[in-house]
Nanobody, 128 residues
Framework: QVQLVESGGGLVQAGESLRLSCEASGGTSSTRAMAWFRQAPGKEREFVAAKSRVDWTYYGDVVKGRFTISRDNTKNMIYLQMNSLKLEDTATYYC??????????????????????WGQGTQVTVSS
């Protein structure tokens, strides 16, 4: 079972940028879909971005055009570059990994239940 550890969260002002990292260990990130989700207090976990095993890329509507997901398979890392941050981006951001397969498609990879492994999350706070 792959273990995921997120880092890079923090406090930023609206309009600034932040880069989140997720390190996968105990498994190979290149053989599975990886994703970022976020959860604000009192809200359900929300899809942010995902990459399939063959690098099909998907984004949630609320972050499209501002966030970029990328991966470095040589380091078993996945990243989330967040630009033009807004107050409403404040949340705990979670890295997720699916079991090794060739799954793709927005409906599948944007679904929380499609992922078997989760990190503990990193807090992102955007202030005005």
């Amino acid at each position: 079972q792959v273990q995921l550890v997120e880092s890079g969260g923090g406090l930023v002002q609206a309009g600034e940028s932040l880069r989140l990292s997720c390190e996968a260990s105990g498994g190979t990130s290149s053989t599975r879909a990886m994703a970022w989700f976020r959860q604000a207090p009192g809200k359900e976990r929300e899809f942010v971005a995902a990459k399939s095993r063959v690098d099909w890329t998907y984004y949630g509507d609320v972050v499209k055009g501002r966030f970029t997901i990328s991966r470095d398979n040589t380091k078993n890392m996945i990243y989330l570059q967040m630009n033009s941050l807004k107050l409403e981006d404040t949340a705990t951001y979670y890295c997720a990994a699916r079991q090794p397969d060739f799954s793709s498609g927005y409906s599948l990879l944007s679904n929380v239940t499609s992922y078997q492994n989760w990190g503990q999350g990193t807090q992102v706070t955007v202030s005005s």
